[in-house]
């Protein structure tokens, strides 16, 4: 992993694409990921963002901004006024295209001066989006910044799986994963479950039970149309597919979500989303997705 500080201007990434119906911002405290060599790696969609790797393989950098605070509270005035403007609420997503909670930030800080700074000057709204446990060694600034915005915690967790055929472990075990989860809700957050992108569940009431109980709700989304594409033809070109298929041949239909999701609302009534509309909160049954991977 070739780590490297970099000094940034702004932070703030006005939202378009994907996430224009989710929040107004977006906010990556580092560009990179360590976790991208492990199973969530595989199919993660930044993989195929040229932008942002610069031709770099996915999983071996990780460019610290160590400057993220203090342009935070430089910039955040003019950015809460031109989303309360078009927009109409000032609502960050963090993160979008690193983890926001790796290894590193630990001896770093990077995240949590971040969430300090917003403890200051708070969003209407925040979205936490991670794969790792230590987001609750955040526990504390999170319950005070619950205090002041809408807060609301997606922990990611594809399967009840921690291993599929041919490719690498998590970078954090389903059980651990769901610990955190229900540590956050435990301490009075609001935490949804982020099955995404969705793999073959060995024990599908079982595991959306557990959600049910680390969770207010849960959200799914496939490789198709997940990945950025409207088929999945980026995720066609890994290794994912194929090892989906060995476990379970209907997991990489698009079909397979929307009956997952359907048992999901036995556990969950209402309280189930897919694709974009479950990042942004909306739920719905399930009539009401049909072709929303295309959208």
Aim: charged letters at 20%.
């Amino acid at each position: 992993m070739q780590t490297s500080v970099v000094a940034v201007r702004s932070i703030l990434t006005r939202s378009a694409g994907f996430l224009k119906t989710v929040c107004s911002h977006s906010l990556q405290p580092y560009r990179g990921c360590p976790f991208g060599k492990s199973l969530c790696g595989v199919g993660c969609y930044v993989r195929h963002n040229g932008w942002i790797t610069r031709q770099r393989p996915w999983g071996t950098f990780l460019e610290v901004k160590q400057n993220a605070a203090e342009v935070y509270r430089q910039t955040v005035d003019r950015e809460r006024t031109w989303a309360r403007a078009n927009d109409g609420s000032f609502t960050i997503f963090l993160s979008s295209s690193t983890e926001p909670f790796p290894p590193q930030e630990l001896r770093l800080g990077i995240t949590r001066g971040l969430l300090e700074a917003m403890l200051e000057v708070p969003p209407d709204g925040l979205i936490i989006q991670t794969h790792s446990p230590r987001v609750v060694k955040a526990l504390p600034v999170l319950v005070q910044l619950a205090r002041r915005c809408a807060l609301r915690c997606h922990v990611s967790i594809e399967s009840d799986r921690d291993r599929l055929p041919g490719l690498p472990p998590p970078a954090a075990t389903v059980a651990a994963r769901f610990a955190a989860a229900e540590a956050l809700k435990q301490a009075g957050l609001e935490v949804v479950i982020t099955v995404s992108p969705l793999l073959p569940i060995a024990n599908p009431n079982q595991f959306f039970a557990r959600v049910a109980q680390a969770a207010h709700g849960v959200v799914l989304d496939h490789f198709i149309g997940g990945d950025g594409s409207a088929l999945g033809t980026r995720t066609q070109k890994t290794a994912l597919p194929a090892a989906m298929a060995a476990v379970e041949p209907a997991s990489v239909q698009l079909a397979y979500r929307d009956a997952m999701a359907s048992l999901a609302e036995r556990y969950l009534p209402g309280r189930v989303g897919t694709h974009i509309h479950g990042f942004a909160g909306r739920w719905g049954p399930p009539e009401t997705r049909a072709g929303e991977a295309l959208s």
